[in-house]
């Protein structure tokens, strides 16, 4: 069992920046630095998005075209946390934003961007981004 906790949300203007952290902790039999995680988010009325991912090394990531060149993410094993820094939102940024945990480690340097390739999930955090 892995737990998930995110933080870092909250309510920002148009063009303003938040950090999304993602908490990882549970079973000690996981190796977090061999399993990559991911960031989706879900907005009203919407199904759940898949928004960005880093592999368990952290040496590569992917973002969706719609945040490329404004949300980063990263992660810092030592600390078993992940990151999505979210620049320059907009209002379509609007939703929960939640981090997850494969089923299966990296392997073959494969990127997980759907839902089914992960198991674990938080509980989401809510980012708002007014006109």
């Known amino acids: 069992q892995v737990q998930l906790v995110e933080s870092g949300g909250g309510l920002v203007q148009a063009g303003g920046s938040l950090r999304l952290s993602c908490a990882a902790s549970g079973r000690t039999d996981y190796t977090l630095s061999r399993y990559s995680m991911g960031w989706f988010r879900q907005a009203p009325g919407k199904e759940r998005e898949f928004v960005a991912t880093i592999v368990g090394s952290g040496l590569t990531t992917y973002v969706i075209d719609s945040v490329k060149g404004r949300f980063t993410i990263s992660r810092d094993n030592a600390k078993n946390t992940m990151y999505l820094q979210m620049n320059s939102l907009k209002p379509e940024d609007t939703a929960i934003y939640y981090c997850?945990?494969?089923?299966?480690?990296?392997?073959?340097?494969?990127?997980?961007?759907?839902?089914?390739?992960?198991?674990?999930w938080g509980q989401g955090t809510q980012v708002t981004v007014s006109t």
């Open positions: 997850a945990f494969p089923t299966y480690s990296d392997y073959a340097g494969t990127l997980m961007l759907a839902t089914h390739d992960y198991k674990y």
